[in-house]
């Protein structure tokens, strides 16, 4: 199959095209370069220049407390909402799959029940939020069958995220402060690849959740284990001995400028249902991701 996938700079997109490459499928990489999501003319020559089968469309502007500036918010609405709507359109056009991926912040994250795929009670809390589900809409409006992937706390080999960040202030702090409130599970973009992948090679459309088992924690729990196995792969300076980890509620960590939602329980259920196979632990993926950069 010829797939197209967007955002191949980012940590998903790489490893979606390594996946897709292993498979034996033609994957046709692209990023702002090729394929500026600001740019409707350059979206339809590129698809029309290619081709493809299926789009699975990583790239979009994920710079959370970025896009509360007013500054940026035509820009951030243009690349997520607009492009991704050019996108849709001309995958209709083409008669070609489409696979968006979206974030677990089209929600409020109230309460403590996990969010089931299919549930509309959507109640963003901040401007990336609100333009990923307009970005779904968009693509629910010109597309009769889609998937769409709500992810959450993902972290891969090439880019930034929060266990590289907690690393490097490891290495020059003794004490970390960590919020314990904000509860989710982590998303390794190795495992999640192999699962988008399964996925456009099926026609089994809808909303789905997924992000590795292993349980629902904090971003401190999460942090306290990061540190664990970092120290038992021999990187002692992130043990108990030099470096203390305290759990603090969001509201002592001192407010990011965008809102973040407390409850990331995402319900992965309706991929067992759908006879997709459900990612690794958490756990095993953050061992097999540290021995990779560590």
């Given at each position: 199959m010829k797939v197209l996938v967007t955002g191949i700079k980012g940590q998903l997109g790489y490893d979606v095209m390594n996946e897709l490459t292993k498979r034996g499928h033609e994957a046709i990489g692209v990023d702002v370069e090729e394929?500026?999501?600001?740019?409707?003319?350059m979206i339809e020559q590129c698809m029309n220049a290619h081709k493809p089968e299926a789009?699975?469309?990583?790239?979009?502007?994920?710079?959370?407390?970025?896009?509360?500036?007013?500054?940026n918010q035509d820009l951030v609405y243009s690349v997520n909402v607009e492009g991704t709507k050019k996108i849709a359109q001309m995958c209709q056009q083409l008669h070609c799959k489409m696979l968006f991926l979206s974030t677990d912040y089209v929600f409020d994250g109230q309460g403590a029940t996990p969010w089931d795929p299919d549930c509309k009670n959507y109640s963003p809390l901040n401007v990336y939020g609100k333009t990923k589900l307009l970005g779904e809409e968009a693509v629910a409006s010109q597309l009769e069958q889609y998937f769409i992937v709500r992810i959450a706390?993902?972290?891969?080999k090439n880019g930034n995220n929060f266990i590289k960040t907690m690393l490097k202030i490891g290495q020059n702090h003794e004490q970390l402060k960590v919020v314990s409130d904000q509860?989710?599970?982590?998303?390794?973009?190795?495992d999640l690849a192999r699962l988008l992948v399964d996925m456009i090679e099926t026609d089994r459309y809808g909303y789905y959740h997924a992000t590795n088992e292993g349980g629902y924690i904090s971003w401190y729990d999460f942090s306290v284990e990061i540190f664990r196995q970092a120290a038992t792969l021999g990187h002692t300076e992130y043990s108990p001995e030099h470096l203390q980890i305290l759990p603090v509620t969001t509201q002592e960590y001192g407010q990011s400028t965008a809102l973040r939602p407390f409850?990331?329980?995402?319900d992965k259920s309706k991929l067992t249902k759908e006879g997709f196979t459900l990612l690794p632990p958490w756990q095993d993926a953050l061992q097999r991701y540290l021995k990779d950069i560590l």
């Open positions: 394929m500026n999501l600001t740019d409707p003319l789009v699975i469309h990583c790239a979009a502007w994920t710079a959370v407390d970025a896009a509360e500036d007013p500054a706390w993902v972290f891969g509860i989710g599970t982590p998303t390794y973009t190795f409850n990331s329980r995402l």
